[in-house]
């Protein structure tokens, strides 16, 4: 309670007074399944009222430790007071002009800090949007203008979104593709160095992995004909897999030697959740391009791609955009985040979560054979459950089970993994080191009762 929090004045505290959901929630939740489309799901039905620093307070006035932040998106936490300061004081000046019809200093300061805090020292250019899959996409269309080529090379177990185009871009069939083709053409997906299931072992996997990919990209689709190549540096909703030491520089020397253009795909894993700004910096990885989103603005969506200036000014002017890009209120609340990283030192801050939870999460495999593999870089750390450790086959039932039990218990957890058995924590940065131990009390216990 007494850890700074982002500004936000909600007691930092774990409060469970009715089953979860509770009897409020349950009544909202009829109300919503009436009127909303079956095909938005959500993980915990409880019914939000308010939200900051590492809790989210329901309507039944239970209050759960956040181990989500809304997928990546409150780094700051959900009411960080820099973020509300400055978009309340944009939101009563104006709400919106279109950046393409008359444009607002907000915009420009959002790009300036970009350039200014994405890897390398080259001249950069941005471009914002509202959605990570909208940013993804256009960093496709830049790359096609930049190289006059079509080809798309992905890897396997990646996510890039849900539109037409970033669908193609996903691995994962179930649920985010199922029934909803034809797909957008000219996609290649390749081999990543998912260290835990390789089958020659963690330590080959690297160069082999690289290797892989590069040969079916020369023989299946052909180099010259490459656009770009788009990874996550961390891959998020495929399952927290940090691809394997040497496999990202070899990829980039490939891209590089070949005149395609390196996409960073930081959607999940940039703005501190690594404990660097991007996580490709752990590598010393220079993207081409770099995509933002999810933690850039403090929860308003906002979405960027950043890269090289002359690859960034290949397309004609007209061809990006769109009416709400770099909306001025998400602009401002961009600004009130960034402002919090740096005051708060969120580095340094993810850096401590994972040596928290990386040194709790090991006592725990020790004594509980369902846990494969802890992995994670920062606050962005998972566990990888199987059913034995020999033949590594996943349990999802497992993860399900484990998810729900700390749910229960008034921690929020989430899942992911191409095999739907990977536990996902992602606190806001500004938890408190406290509730952050009470969290993995709590899936200690439930790990103890499966
Ligand atoms: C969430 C995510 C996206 C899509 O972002 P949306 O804002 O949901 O469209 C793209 N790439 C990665 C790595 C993501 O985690």
């Given amino acids: 309670m007494t850890e700074l929090t982002g500004g936000s004045a909600l007691p930092q505290e774990r409060r469970v007074v009715t089953a979860i959901p509770g009897p409020k929630s349950l009544e909202l939740q009829a109300r919503r399944t009436a009127t909303v489309a079956g095909g938005v799901g959500s993980v915990l039905p409880v019914f939000t009222t308010r939200a900051g620093g590492g809790v ?106 849900r539109t037409n185009l970033t669908m193609a871009l996903t691995a994962k069939n179930m649920p985010y593709k199922h029934g909803f083709g034809p797909f957008a053409p000219e996609v290649y997906r390749v081999p990543v160095a998912y260290g835990y ?43 927290f897999i940090e691809p394997a030491k040497g496999f990202l520089p070899a990829i980039v020397k490939f891209a590089n030697d070949n005149g395609i253009v390196f996409v960073a795909d930081e959607i999940q894993s940039g703005f501190c959740r690594t404990g660097q700004w ?35 000014d290949s397309a004609h002017a007209g061809g990006l955009g769109g009416t709400y890009g770099g909306n001025p209120v998400a602009c401002a609340g961009a600004l009130g985040a960034i402002e919090t990283m740096r005051e708060l030192d969120l580095n340094a801050k993810a850096k401590r979560i994972e040596e928290v939870m990386k040194g709790r999460l090991s006592v725990m495999q020790e004594k509980f054979p369902v846990i494969g593999d802890i992995r994670g870089r920062g606050a962005m750390i998972a566990i990888e459950l199987v059913k034995d450790r020999e033949t ?59």
């Fill in 56 to 161: 989210i307070e329901d309507v039944d006035g239970n209050s759960l430790i956040d181990f989500g932040s809304g997928i990546a998106v409150t780094s700051v936490g959900a009411s960080a007071e820099a973020v509300v300061r400055r978009a309340s004081a944009q939101l009563a000046n104006f709400t919106h002009t279109c950046f393409m019809v008359t444009p607002y200093e907000g915009y420009v300061e959002v790009c300036e800090q970009l350039a200014e805090l994405t890897p390398g020292d080259h001249a950069k250019k941005s471009a914002l949007f509202n959605s990570g899959a909208e940013a993804v996409e256009n960093a496709v269309k830049i790359a096609r203008a930049y190289t006059k080529r079509q080809a798309v090379v992905v890897f396997d177990h990646g996510y890039h979104g």
């Fill in 197 to 239: 299931r390789w089958p020659t072992g963690a330590e080959n996997c690297g160069p082999e992995a690289a290797a892989q990919a590069i040969d079916q990209i020369t023989k299946q689709v052909g180099a010259e004909n490459v656009a770009a190549i788009i990874i996550e540096p961390v891959l998020g909703e495929g399952g």
């Fill in 278 to 312: 991007f996580a490709c910096e752990d590598e010393g990885i220079v993207p081409d391009l770099i995509t933002t989103a999810k933690g850039i603005a403090g929860g308003l969506p906002l979405a960027a791609v950043t890269g090289r200036a002359e690859i960034m």
């Fill in 392 to 450: 590594k086959a996943p349990a999802p039932e497992a993860a399900g089970a484990l998810a729900k039990a700390c749910h229960a218990e008034g921690l929020l957890v989430l899942t992911c993994g191409t095999y739907g058995n990977v536990l996902r924590f992602l606190p806001p940065l500004v938890i408190g080191e406290d509730l952050l131990n009470e969290g993995l009390d709590i899936i200690e216990a439930a790990l103890g009762n499966l």
